[in-house]
């Protein structure tokens, strides 16, 4: 071949290597024959918005491999509670879970910096944290305990509901039987405040409350609405102590056995479902609120932060002092 048919050669080349680039990438239908099917946990019912968030993933990448990978959710946690379903996403046996970061920083210590008292500002800090470096860098971190990280979702505020009376300033959480997730630094910080820590899977709330097992839990106004918990705890004090949000894990496992390119669909309809879940968690927000408010519930917002904010310090000595890096890095966050 002499030159001068090189050269007329040349941009052929270059245009078929570039549609052979997009169709590995963008239409993997054809790149592979066999179907996928992904199972998916939640434990939260179908109409939650991160259950929502899930069934978004599947419809695109549904739509986008023109049915070759599907997401089967199983919702309100009918493959197990949090706890199990991370175990069975370690093993393989769930592909997909969301769950809150709070039981997962029993597998993940560093997460913890996500469930420390007071650290976000606001629901706008935590998402620019969380999306950013500092939120990347804590999910790849998950890949030993054979985890992928795959995206952010709302959780809101964290805040105590209970039976007994309305909660304003810290001696009122004397003596009151709080449930908290199975995490460590929840017990610990419900401590802090003076009250006893009642570890119960999230299922068993309703039942814990309705029998005086616990006076109380602490949960964002979505969770305490759906799960029923404000029929039994009327009272709703918004301390916000924390805005841990939850996270959409894949297991390493069935990642390990994908092709590069599905992957990358799997991510990108990961982050596609992010931004819709968070609309749709503003929306169940103000619902619950009104919700709570027409079944005659008290939401209490006079209440002394400053003394709760330092109740809590604590928190930040037994849980964060191998964190201080990233909690100086997310104060500086603007
Ligand atoms: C909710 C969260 C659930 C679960 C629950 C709990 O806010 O969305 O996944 O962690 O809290 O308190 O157990």
């Not at 910080?189 to 006076?215: D, K, M, N």
């Amino acid at each position: 071949m002499n030159r001068k048919t090189l050269i007329l050669l040349l941009p052929i080349t270059i245009v078929l290597a570039a549609a052979v680039l997009w169709l590995t990438l963008f239409s993997p239908s054809r790149s592979s024959g066999e179907n996928i099917v992904l199972k998916a946990a939640d434990d939260h019912e179908l109409t939650y918005p991160t259950t929502q968030g899930l069934i978004k993933m599947g419809d695109l990448l549904k739509e986008w491999t023109h049915g070759r990978i599907t997401v089967q959710v199983y919702p309100s946690a009918q493959l197990g509670s949090e706890k199990e379903t991370i175990e069975q996403t370690q093993l393989g046996a769930i592909d997909i879970n969301r769950v809150n970061i709070n039981p997962l920083t029993q597998t993940e210590p560093s997460l913890k910096v996500f469930s420390l008292p007071y650290l976000f500002r606001d629901a706008e800090h935590m998402h620019k944290v969380v999306d950013g470096p500092i939120g990347r860098e804590l999910m790849d971190k998950l890949k030993s305990s054979d985890l992928i990280g795959l995206g952010y979702y709302d959780s809101g505020q964290r805040s105590f509901y209970n039976s007994v009376h309305p909660i304003r300033r810290l001696s009122d959480l004397e003596g009151l039987k709080i449930r908290v997730q199975k995490a460590e630094i929840m017990q610990d910080l419900v401590r802090a405040v003076g009250a006893e820590p009642i570890r119960l899977a999230f299922e068993e709330v309703y039942t814990g409350l309705q029998t005086g097992v616990i006076h109380g839990a602490e949960n964002n106004y979505p969770s305490w609405i759906t799960k029923g918990h404000y029929e039994v705890a009327k009272y709703y004090s918004m301390d916000a102590h924390v805005r841990t949000p939850e996270i959409i894990l894949f297991s390493k496992k069935t990642w390990d056995r994908l092709s590069e390119a599905d992957q990358q669909l799997i991510r990108r309809a990961a982050q596609e479902s992010v931004p819709y879940q968070r609309k749709l968690w503003q929306e169940k927000v103000d619902a619950a609120i009104q919700k709570a408010r027409e079944a005659g519930c008290e939401i209490i917002t006079d209440i002394d932060i400053s003394s709760f904010r330092d109740a809590m310090e604590p928190v930040y000595t037994s849980h964060g002092k191998n964190l201080t890096d990233y909690i100086e890095r997310i104060r500086g966050v603007e």
